[in-house]
């Protein structure tokens, strides 16, 4: 069609389900305002190659529940290549593109937001990752999926742990945010909970886990993957283009498994979910918030407002400045670590020195009674 504008459509860094409810929504929003779509392959990879997947409502019709994301994605930063960013700006003149949607976290929306500022590249964000720790948005589409698998897990691992009354570790991801360990260990009734947030206490998870095996006969603890240990971090450690560590070599379940066996006797057993956390039908609420955030994003390129990103904000979905969004990363709060310590810590408990008449059997009711000096 002559003169029909184009949008070009990529998702980078690691995939979350999502990503294609988001991909369905906004090429059905943009073919309804008569824009024409472009699938790029492999995040900003694609963008550095002009590799293109066509991308039409025939073709997203189907993705309503498929997890993964239909145009493949990479931890590509342009910015690290020789001539990256000008090979990108090749390809919008190439593809003809009037806007590119970039659907990632903070790595590929970082990318974006630097197109934007350092050469009115007309980009609009969507964000995406399981780890859910993009400023600027309330949830991001992924988390709620990977948290639902890590909680299922979970309920497994009790189940066998306790037929043999065991303590039973789950490592979860979660790169720099403890979100999807920090949701999986309260939805699941974890008895101590690592966090990338906080060093382990080993003494306090040691205590945790026997007085959980002494009260039920089994004990749960959910660690991060980013948790920090005393056997901490080699200098060589791999990194990705963006610095990051690849974390997936680090097998902090286990050590921590170890550990746990070693302080307490308990036999212990230590299972990674990883990747299984990203695969699969995204939930209820990850379809909804993608593909919603998907057709906002395209509202967002008809009205030219690019440097944008969209956001959930309480049940809105709003456009923020991905210079906002990529700012800093979003951690667990210490609100969120405190009603942590009210379900997990060890509570020791008050045992009443008196027994008096009238009040419950088990006393835990009650203030304890002072003993005189
Ligand atoms: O996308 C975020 C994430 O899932 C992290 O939680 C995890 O550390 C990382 O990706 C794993 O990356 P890869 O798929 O490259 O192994």
């Not at 990256?84 to 090749?90: F, I, S, T």
């Amino acid at each position: 069609m002559p003169g029909t504008r184009r949008v070009g459509m990529l998702t980078g860094g690691g995939d979350c389900p999502g990503l294609n409810q988001a991909i369905r929504g906004a090429v059905y929003k943009l073919e309804a305002l008569g824009y024409e779509c472009v699938g790029i392959e492999e995040g900003w990879k694609g963008m550095i190659g002009a590799k293109t997947t066509p991308l039409t409502r025939d073709i997203v019709e189907e993705l309503a529940s498929r997890g993964g994301t239909m145009v493949g994605t990479s931890r590509t930063n342009p910015f690290k290549k020789d001539g990256g960013p000008a090979a990108v700006l090749k390809t919008f003149k190439k593809l003809k593109l009037s806007a590119l949607i970039a659907m990632g976290g903070e790595d590929t929306l970082g990318v974006a937001a630097r197109l934007f500022r350092e050469h009115a590249a007309p980009v609009v964000g969507v964000p995406k990752t399981m780890d859910n720790d993009l400023s600027a948005t309330d949830f991001t589409f992924g988390f709620d999926t990977a948290v639902s698998v890590s909680m299922d897990a979970a309920a497994r691992l009790i189940d066998t742990g306790r037929s043999h009354r065991r303590c039973m570790v789950l490592e979860v991801m979660g790169r720099h945010a403890g979100w999807v360990a920090l949701y999986t260990g309260i939805a699941a009734g974890a008895d101590y909970v690592g966090l990338p947030e906080r060093k382990v206490d080993i003494k306090e998870m040691a205590s945790a886990v026997k007085a959980a095996v002494a009260r039920k006969k089994v004990a749960l603890v959910v660690v991060s993957e980013a948790v920090e240990l005393r056997t901490e971090r080699k200098k060589d450690e791999p990194l990705d283009e963006f610095g990051h560590m690849l974390l997936q070599e680090r097998e902090v379940g286990e050590q921590i498994a170890e550990i746990i066996q070693k302080e307490t006797d308990i036999e212990t057993r230590h299972a990674t979910i990883g990747h299984i956390q990203r695969g699969g039908h995204p939930t209820l609420f990850d379809r909804i918030l993608a593909t919603r955030a998907g057709i906002r994003a395209a509202e967002l390129v008809h009205e030219r407002r690019y440097g944008q990103m969209v956001a959930l904000r309480g049940n809105d979905i709003v456009p923020v400045s991905l210079d906002e969004a990529t700012a800093k990363l979003k951690t667990v709060t210490p609100e969120w670590l405190s009603i942590l310590d009210t379900l997990c810590r060890n509570p020791v408990r008050q045992r009443p020195s008196r027994w008096r008449p009238g009040r419950s059997a088990s006393g835990l009711d009650r203030a304890p009674v002072r003993e005189k000096a």
